[in-house]
């Protein structure tokens, strides 16, 4: 009996803490994004062609954002029947973003305004088995261009 | 060539649905569908136990010896007091009290109409605890605990009856058998991954289901018991004691019906009362033997 | 809508580069093909169930990604990668990316 309701409230507090630290993400996520509109990125391995006074750095961002109850208690439900499980896209959406968000913020810091060649790569850190808390990281590295000052 | 980036729109790698819905209807399908199997299962073994014979249960359980098993601590409490002639007076007692509860238990069984081939062996154990349980191959255990708290024998006989009356049902056979099939049913279902609480949570409504057959079985015993009862002593008076003695023992802790193995004390204590009244109310109750 | 994964496009000319697009699926097994993959333990041998599911998961990716360039004008995705990896036990991420850009 004590064990449902501990169940239970577990999964309440996963839930709604949950769900106001992902809107709170979000919106940060998206008022930051427009904050970095100009650093420009793109995954083509070239440089524009013409541009040779510039320096280039290796620039990265990464960030791991854990699973939280309710979600877990979904993907498990979720893995007797198949199917997409939607709880941890949007927790990939928000990692890949922030990951994204934090390597612009490296390369502006640097004196960037472009950056090529960004690769992304995701990593379960403790899948979560066993009562273990499961996380996901996410790094996103590429080439940062910085026009030399004359 | 022109270089610039454009914003991409919201959701289209997220869905839009509401994860709580989502969760109900994965939560609900699952459950009923974890329910409806197990009781196609429990239904079926219930089917299947007629085929197995009750010579194979006593195959089964012979070569236990059940009073080893359940005293062996005890025995070597006595080795260490070397008090030999006590321990043999000790072992004397038992076997008058172990006769007598065979003897009772034979009479019963004739009143009750056990199917041929069918016999109870009864075991007798010499500890504190209050319980006593009927298991495969027709073999009832009785603790000196529950014994001891009982007032006439008319209560150790309801007691006896409703074990007897489980082994005539086979049930024992039928909850091994159940047991077993919805045991392996869920793990193959929900064994793989990482679904620990998912797993532990369907294993639990499965558990849940089975335990209303549990009770139901009870009910028949009960109500077998008492008609046994009423044809070897002529009235069932005595009988509620038992359950009455169960509640005060029980008080203040009892678990909600529907995770209870056995119906509620206070049903059952009614069932008998309401029993009574249709028997007359001047008959005499038997005592117990000086054994005890 | 072209999707390539080089840069230089035999033929075309690119106008205008557009930024990234991304597309993911998170999708899981389910306990038919679990138990299936299962008894391939012992035997060994593809596990085909998992195989179309995964194929699955990257067209879906792909769709994706391509709707995320449709939706900012563009016709073409190119230098388009793609990466697999397990978040949680029994669940696998496919993730699709690459930049989109106005060929003529």
Same mark, same amino acid.
């Given at each position: 009996?004590?064990?449902? %309701?501990?169940?239970?409230?577990?999964?309440?507090?996963?839930?709604?803490?949950? &769900?106001?630290?992902?809107?709170?993400?979000?919106?940060?996520?998206?008022?930051?994004?427009?904050?970095?509109?100009?650093?420009?990125?793109?995954?083509?391995?070239?440089?524009?062609?013409?541009?040779?006074?510039?320096?280039?750095?290796?620039?990265?961002?990464?960030?791991?954002?854990?699973?939280?109850?309710?979600?877990?208690?979904?993907?498990?439900? &979720?893995?007797?029947?198949?199917?997409?499980?939607?709880?941890?896209?949007?927790?990939?959406? &928000?990692?890949? &973003?922030?990951? %994204?968000?934090?390597?612009?913020?490296?390369?502006?810091?640097?004196?960037?305004?472009?950056?090529?060649?960004?690769?992304?790569?995701?990593?379960?850190?403790?899948?979560?088995?066993?009562?273990?808390?499961?996380?996901?990281?996410?790094?996103?590295?590429?080439?940062?261009?910085?026009?030399?000052?004359? | 060539?022109?270089?610039?980036?454009?914003?991409?729109?919201?959701?289209?790698?997220?869905?839009?649905?509401?994860?709580?819905?989502?969760?109900?209807?994965?939560?609900?399908?699952?459950?009923?569908?974890?329910?409806?199997?197990?009781?196609?299962?429990?239904?079926?073994?219930?089917?299947?136990?007629?085929?197995?014979?009750?010579?194979?249960?006593?195959?089964?359980?012979?070569?236990?010896?059940?009073?080893?098993?359940?005293?062996?601590?005890?025995?070597?409490?006595?080795?260490?007091?070397?008090?030999?002639?006590?321990?043999?007076?000790?072992?004397?007692?038992?076997?008058?009290?172990?006769?007598?509860?065979?003897?009772?238990?034979?009479?019963?069984?004739?009143?009750?109409?056990?199917?041929?081939?069918?016999?109870?062996?009864?075991?007798?154990?010499?500890?504190?605890?209050?319980?006593?349980?009927?298991?495969?191959?027709?073999?009832?255990?009785?603790?000196?605990?529950?014994?001891?708290?009982?007032?006439?024998?008319?209560?150790?006989?309801?007691?006896?009856?409703?074990?007897?009356?489980?082994?005539?049902?086979?049930?024992?056979?039928?909850?091994?058998?159940?047991?077993?099939?919805?045991?392996?049913?869920?793990?193959?279902?929900?064994?793989?991954?990482?679904?620990?609480?998912?797993?532990?949570?369907?294993?639990?409504?499965?558990?849940?289901?089975?335990?209303?057959?549990?009770?139901?079985?009870?009910?028949?015993?009960?109500?077998?018991?008492?008609?046994?009862?009423?044809?070897?002593?002529?009235?069932?008076?005595?009988?509620?004691?038992?359950?009455?003695?169960?509640?005060?023992?029980?008080?203040?802790?009892?678990?909600?019906?529907?995770?209870?193995?056995?119906?509620?004390?206070?049903?059952?204590?009614?069932?008998?009362?309401?029993?009574?009244?249709?028997?007359?109310?001047?008959?005499?109750?038997?005592?117990?033997?000086?054994?005890? | 809508?072209?999707?390539?994964?080089?840069?230089?496009?035999?033929?075309?000319?690119?106008?205008?580069?557009?930024?990234?697009?991304?597309?993911?699926?998170?999708?899981?097994?389910?306990?038919?093909?679990?138990?299936?993959?299962?008894?391939?333990?012992?035997?060994?041998?593809?596990?085909?169930?998992?195989?179309?599911?995964?194929?699955?998961?990257?067209?879906?990716?792909?769709?994706?990604?391509?709707?995320?360039?449709?939706?900012?004008?563009?016709?073409?995705?190119?230098?388009?990668?793609?990466?697999?990896?397990?978040?949680?036990?029994?669940?696998?991420?496919?993730?699709?990316?690459?930049?989109?850009?106005?060929?003529?």
């Amino acid at each position: 009996m004590y064990d449902l %309701i501990i169940f239970l409230t577990l999964m309440a507090l996963g839930y709604i803490f949950g &769900r106001i630290a992902e809107a709170r993400h979000f919106k940060s996520i998206m008022d930051r994004e427009k904050q970095y509109q100009h650093i420009l990125t793109f995954s083509e391995r070239f440089p524009p062609s013409g541009v040779s006074r510039v320096n280039s750095e290796l620039v990265g961002g990464n960030v791991v954002i854990s699973v939280d109850y309710f979600k877990r208690i979904v993907a498990g439900l &979720r893995g007797i029947v198949g199917g997409q499980l939607t709880s941890y896209e949007s927790l990939l959406e &928000r990692a890949r &973003r922030e990951a %994204i968000l934090r390597m612009k913020e490296t390369a502006k810091n640097m004196g960037a305004n472009m950056v090529v060649n960004v690769k992304l790569e995701t990593a379960s850190i403790s899948k979560g088995k066993k009562q273990q808390v499961g996380s996901v990281e996410v790094y996103a590295y590429g080439t940062a261009l910085i026009p030399k000052t004359p | 060539m022109e270089y610039e980036n454009r914003t991409v729109p919201e959701g289209i790698n997220v869905s839009k649905e509401n994860p709580l819905k989502d969760f109900f209807i994965l939560a609900f399908g699952l459950g009923a569908a974890v329910v409806t199997l197990v009781v196609v299962l429990s239904f079926l073994a219930g089917c299947l136990v007629q085929f197995v014979p009750f010579e194979t249960e006593v195959m089964l359980t012979e070569k236990f010896s059940f009073s080893e098993f359940m005293e062996s601590e005890m025995h070597e409490e006595k080795q260490n007091e070397q008090q030999k002639a006590q321990q043999l007076e000790e072992e004397k007692k038992q076997q008058k009290i172990t006769a007598y509860l065979q003897n009772l238990a034979n009479q019963l069984a004739t009143a009750q109409q056990l199917p041929e081939g069918m016999f109870i062996t009864t075991h007798y154990i010499d500890t504190d605890t209050v319980n006593a349980f009927a298991t495969l191959g027709g073999n009832i255990i009785i603790f000196r605990g529950l014994i001891e708290k009982l007032p006439n024998e008319n209560a150790l006989a309801m007691v006896m009856a409703h074990e007897i009356a489980h082994i005539k049902h086979r049930d024992p056979m039928v909850a091994a058998g159940r047991g077993l099939t919805v045991a392996l049913a869920l793990a193959s279902l929900t064994g793989f991954g990482d679904g620990q609480v998912a797993q532990q949570l369907l294993n639990n409504v499965g558990l849940i289901t089975t335990l209303s057959f549990n009770r139901n079985q009870e009910e028949k015993a009960d109500a077998e018991a008492l008609n046994t009862l009423l044809e070897y002593y002529g009235h069932a008076k005595g009988a509620e004691v038992l359950f009455e003695i169960l509640e005060n023992e029980q008080a203040g802790s009892t678990p909600p019906l529907f995770l209870s193995t056995h119906p509620l004390n206070e049903n059952r204590i009614n069932t008998i009362k309401h029993y009574h009244q249709q028997q007359s109310p001047q008959n005499e109750l038997t005592a117990l033997p000086e054994l005890f | 809508m072209l999707v390539s994964n080089i840069e230089i496009i035999p033929g075309k000319k690119i106008t205008k580069h557009l930024g990234m697009v991304q597309g993911n699926t998170v999708r899981t097994k389910h306990a038919g093909r679990d138990l299936m993959a299962g008894l391939k333990n012992i035997f060994g041998g593809e596990l085909v169930g998992y195989t179309e599911l995964l194929q699955e998961a990257r067209e879906e990716a792909t769709e994706r990604m391509v709707s995320q360039a449709e939706a900012i004008g563009a016709n073409a995705v190119i230098n388009v990668r793609y990466s697999t990896s397990s978040v949680t036990a029994g669940a696998a991420e496919l993730f699709a990316y690459g930049t989109a850009v106005i060929l003529d």
